[in-house]
Each structure stands twice: as structure tokens, then as C-alpha cells.
């Protein structure tokens, strides 16, 4: 199995096996404006993440209320060359309260379309390479959805489409109305959370069936794996409960402590580990890593060069899940 490739880089050539998630650039997530700081440490993230290999950048409308996308725009307008050296991935669908109505999902062609043209303007690019839904609208129709997609791909406003956090279900319900396959499934996925992974194993375990959520995940990774479907996994470090210096919860420590003797025994950062932990699953999962420290960032790109047995894939999932498997 060549872990070096996933079946984004089908329709994205140079893409890579780890995304930046831009969700913390731009500064607070405030009306406030980005100041030269908070500019220039998303120029220190972005370079660091362009060190260590890493050329699809993962935004949404939403982050710090427009301003990650903002940020980003203006390290581009100030160093021009650097769109040619990168992917931009979007997405849209998430609404927040105001004056017509609570904070809501919305997948209209109106919405879908709207929004791209905000996302470009911010970002400061003609295209984006990848628009992903942000959340499934319980009112989508996807007629509608295709209608959008086609007008903005006709327009080479975006380059391809997926979707996030979506059941195989839903997944497969939309892609009967489109006239291009779906590219992406973004979904949150980690050594701290487990579902994705004990619907598959453990779906006769009454533990593992009790996790909340855990029954949604049923044929999920099955799915993406048979149409060519890219699983990117969001929240891929668990937020440092397994790499931080002590466990911040009594359930984590086993996991933690294993983590930090493999780390150890193999010369690798822990964060590493946990990536290589995700890309090691045949689905070529390719995780998104949400922080903005150089430092870390730095310590991600060493997942690239780990070569996960299938024992201590296992390991840690058995030491994760807290109990053995069924």
C-alpha cells in the first residue's frame, strides 16, 4: 500500500498528504479588524506548513467571521507568487444568528453561490480549487446544489466540490443529482474519536454503540473509499489530549503514555504519530492540522515519514478506546 497518495491528487495534482486548516488565522473571532500581528503570524503558520510539504490550505466563510480568509488574501496580495505554490479549499453553509433567523444551515443555490463570490474576494483569487459544504441543510435539495455547482464550475470560479461532516446516506443522495463526483468528505476524526472507526469493528459491541454518534458512522469510510471520495479528517490531533505533556482527563492516559513511549522509542514528535496513526487507515485519510504554531506544524510533517505497523495501529486504538476489542 503506497501511503504517499490519495485520491484527491486524481483531480488535484500536488496536492498533499496533509492540509493547513486555517480556522485560528486572522485573529479572534470578533468584528475586531486583523492587525499586523495577527498578519504576520499567519505568514509564519503558512510558511512553516509550506516547509514541511503541505499545499492545500483549508478555509470556510465562517472562520473568525471572514477574517481568516481576509488574512490569508492579503499575504497573497503581498507576496503575488504565492497562489502559484498553493491549493485553497473553502466552504460554505453555516449561518449564524441574525436578524432573519437563528443560527441555521443553508444550502440554497442563492446561499451557495453568494458566498464563493465573498470567499473569492476575501482570499483575493480568481478560483478556488476545492468548495466543500460546510454541514448538511436538512432543507437541501440537490437539484439545487447541482444547479450551484455547475454555474460556478462553468464560471472557473471553483475547480471541484465536496462536502463536510455528511453520512454515506446524504453523500450518496447528492451525487445522484451532480454531473461531476464528489472530491471530498471532511469529517472529524482522531485517536479521540473513535466512531468513524468502531462502526466498522465494533458495530456488535454494546460499548462501542453507546458513544454518541456512533451508529450515523455506519458505512461512512466504506462509502468514501468506493467512489474516490477524499476523507479529510478535522480535529486530527484530538486537541493535544494525547501529545500535550500530561493527560488533561484519568481516560487519556493510557493512550497518552503509549503515544509518548512510541514517540520516544522511534525518534518521532508525538503529533506525528497521531497523523501517521489516521494515514495509516487504507482510506489515504488526509488530516487537516488546525494549529497555527510554527513549532507544531513543523513537528506534523515528520506523519510523512512514519511507517505505522498494524500492531501499534492497533495498540493505540485499544489503548484510546479504553477497553479491549470485542
Known amino acids: 500500500m503506497d501511503l504517499n497518495t490519495h485520491p484527491l491528487q486524481r483531480l488535484l495534482p500536488g496536492s498533499s498528504r496533509l492540509v493547513h486548516g486555517c480556522m485560528g488565522l486572522g485573529g479572534g473571532w470578533n468584528h475586531e479588524p486583523s492587525t499586523e500581528a495577527d498578519i504576520a503570524r499567519a505568514h509564519a503558520a503558512v510558511e512553516a506548513a509550506l516547509a514541511i510539504g503541505i499545499t492545500l490550505f483549508d478555509h470556510a466563510d465562517i472562520y473568525t467571521l471572514g477574517k481568516a480568509e481576509s488574512t490569508f488574501g492579503t499575504l497573497m496580495r503581498r507576496e503575488p507568487s504565492l497562489r502559484e505554490r498553493l491549493l485553497l479549499q473553502s466552504k460554505c453553509g453555516i449561518r449564524f444568528q441574525d436578524a432573519a433567523g437563528p443560527k441555521r444551515y443553508d444550502l440554497s443555490a442563492v446561499y451557495i453561490e453568494a458566498q464563493?463570490?465573498?470567499?473569492?474576494?476575501r482570499l483575493g483569487t480568481d478560483h478556488l480549487d476545492l468548495l466543500l459544504l460546510h454541514r448538511p441543510d436538512a432543507l437541501m435539495e440537490p437539484a439545487e446544489i447541482a444547479e450551484a455547482f455547475t454555474r460556478l464550475r462553468q464560471a472557473g470560479k471553483v475547480r471541484h466540490f465536496g462536502v463536510s461532516n455528511m453520512q454515506a446516506g446524504q453523500m450518496a443522495w447528492l451525487a445522484r443529482a451532480l454531473d461531476a463526483p464528489l472530491a471530498v468528505n471532511q469529517l472529524e476524526m482522531s485517536l479521540g474519536h473513535l466512531e468513524p472507526f468502531d462502526a466498522g469493528s465494533c458495530f456488535n459491541d454494546p460499548q462501542a454503540l453507546a458513544r454518541p454518534g456512533?451508529?450515523?458512522?455506519?458505512g461512512v469510510l466504506e462509502?468514501?473509499?468506493?467512489?474516490?471520495?477524499?476523507?479529510?479528517?478535522?480535529?486530527?490531533?484530538?486537541?493535544?489530549?494525547?501529545?500535550?505533556?500530561q493527560a488533561r482527563s484519568p481516560a487519556d492516559e493510557p493512550a497518552r503514555a503509549l503515544l509518548a513511549r512510541m514517540a520516544s522509542e522511534q525518534g518521532v514528535s508525538r503529533e506525528g504519530l497521531l497523523l501517521a496513526w489516521l494515514m495509516r487507515h487504507p482510506a489515504r485519510i488526509q488530516p487537516v492540522i488546525g494549529s497555527s504554531d510554527p513549532?507544531?506544524?513543523?513537528?506534523?510533517?515528520?506523519a510523512m515519514r512514519i511507517e505505522m505497523s498494524r500492531g501499534d495501529w492497533y495498540a493505540l486504538y485499544q489503548a484510546a478506546?479504553?477497553?479491549?476489542?470485542?
Not at 116 to 121: K, R, V
Not at 214 to 218: D, V
Not at 295 to 302: D, P, S, V
Request: charged fraction near 15%; charge should be negative.
Open 295 to 302: 513549532a507544531r506544524i513543523h513537528a506534523c510533517g515528520e
Open 321 to 326: 478506546r479504553g477497553a479491549e476489542l470485542p
Open 223 to 245: 462509502h468514501c473509499q468506493q467512489e474516490n471520495i477524499q476523507i479529510q479528517a478535522w480535529g486530527s490531533l484530538a486537541q493535544g489530549r494525547f501529545s500535550a505533556a
Open 116 to 121: 464563493a463570490e465573498l470567499s473569492l474576494a
Open 214 to 218: 456512533a451508529l450515523a458512522w455506519a
